[in-house]
Nanobody, 126 residues
């Protein structure tokens, strides 16, 4: 059974940092593209980063580019999202998702992914 578990969320002041983790069981993340998404209250879920199974392809929309960094640790079967310079508008529930794919693809589209975690809350507030 595939399970993705996000952790690392919490309350942080504007300008602060958090590192989210997406730990997998039932699959080996080395063979999966991973996406990070977020959903703010009253808004649609949006893609904010992804990384191909090879780690060679990454994606960030303009809203987080230069502030967020996705990475993967094969030894821990975990993907991370380092979030710096956080803003109040980054407040949302953050989800990770996985899809078996070629080594050089990932997507910011929700429909592309088969496996989802339950999410972790990130609140940016003073």
């Amino acid at each position: 059974q595939v399970q993705l578990v996000e952790s690392g969320g919490g309350l942080v002041q504007p300008g602060g940092s958090l590192r989210l983790s997406c730990a997998a069981s039932g699959i080996t993340l080395d063979y999966y593209a991973i996406g990070w998404f977020r959903q703010a209250p009253g808004k649609e879920r949006e893609g904010i980063s992804c990384i191909s199974s090879s780690g060679l392809i990454t994606y960030y929309p303009d809203s987080v580019k230069g502030r967020f960094t996705i990475s993967r640790d094969s030894t821990k079967n975990t993907v991370y999202l380092q979030m710096n310079s956080l803003k109040p508008e980054d407040t949302a529930v953050y989800y990770c998702a996985a899809e078996s794919a070629s080594a050089y693809r990932c997507s910011g589209s929700l429909a592309w992914y088969d496996h989802w975690g339950q999410g972790t809350q990130v609140t940016v507030s003073s």
